[in-house]
């Protein structure tokens, strides 16, 4: 009789603890795919920034010397009218080249593993914004570092034009989240040279 009972009561707490382990992952699961979006929002936009402001400060410390000069020459007649802009497209794709190999070569020795979530900013209440414990999300660049230069003329003022010359960038990102890895993309752009012309707006913008 007494070993009957041992039996019962241990098949019993076998099937508490089933039960208890079940409930346990069902709210874990319901809670993660709750979550996750969210993990993922702030991860990418926080990678975004870090990523934003050391291609930022790569491209401003690579750009030192250069000049607009230097990658547009501009065509005046007599009465000093700007007719036309050519582009020095040899000068340009080796600044494009040089300012992608900076990138790549300070993307690759960055640490952006130290990003971390604090769980409160999961969480749809502005009072538990950055409060509570971290999650610690990993993040790295996938691939290379793709770049195209894009030219804008806006206007400046009366009788003024701004051209602009900038670099877009392109960069595929992994993030090693915890439940998993996303990928996801780091697109900015960053002006390489500009200028203010007076005058009406050049009739021939062209690429030598």
């Known amino acids: 009789m007494g070993g009957g009972a041992s039996l019962t009561g241990g098949t019993g707490v076998l099937v508490t603890l089933l039960i208890a382990l079940g409930t346990a992952w069902l709210c874990i699961s319901i809670l993660e795919s709750r979550l996750r979006p969210m993990v993922v929002m702030v991860a990418q936009a926080q990678t975004q920034t870090i990523v934003t402001k050391t291609i930022e400060d790569c491209v401003v410390r690579e750009l030192e010397g250069v000049s607009y000069g230097q990658l547009v020459h501009m065509e005046q007649d007599a009465q000093g009218n700007v007719i036309a802009l050519t582009t020095d497209m040899a000068a340009m794709n080796t600044l494009r080249a040089r300012l992608l190999e900076a990138v790549l070569e300070e993307l690759e020795g960055l640490d952006v593993s130290q990003i971390h979530i604090p769980l409160g900013s999961l969480v749809d209440l502005d009072i538990l914004?950055?409060?509570?414990?971290?999650?610690?999300?990993?993040?790295?660049?996938?691939?290379?570092?793709?770049?195209?230069?894009?030219?804008?003329?806006?206007?400046?003022?009366?009788?003024?034009?701004?051209?602009?010359?900038?670099?877009?960038?392109?960069?595929?990102?992994?993030?090693?989240?915890?439940?998993?890895?996303?990928?996801?993309?780091?697109?900015?752009?960053l002006c390489v040279a500009e200028t203010v012309i007076v005058g009406q707006v050049p009739q021939f913008y062209l690429a030598s």
């Open 129 to 189: 914004w950055g409060l509570g414990p971290e999650l610690k999300v990993h993040a790295m660049t996938v691939g290379t570092v793709e770049g195209e230069f894009e030219s804008s003329f806006s206007s400046a003022g009366v009788n003024q034009t701004l051209h602009r010359i900038e670099l877009v960038f392109h960069i595929p990102l992994t993030l090693m989240l915890p439940a998993g890895a996303v990928e996801t993309n780091c697109d900015t752009r």
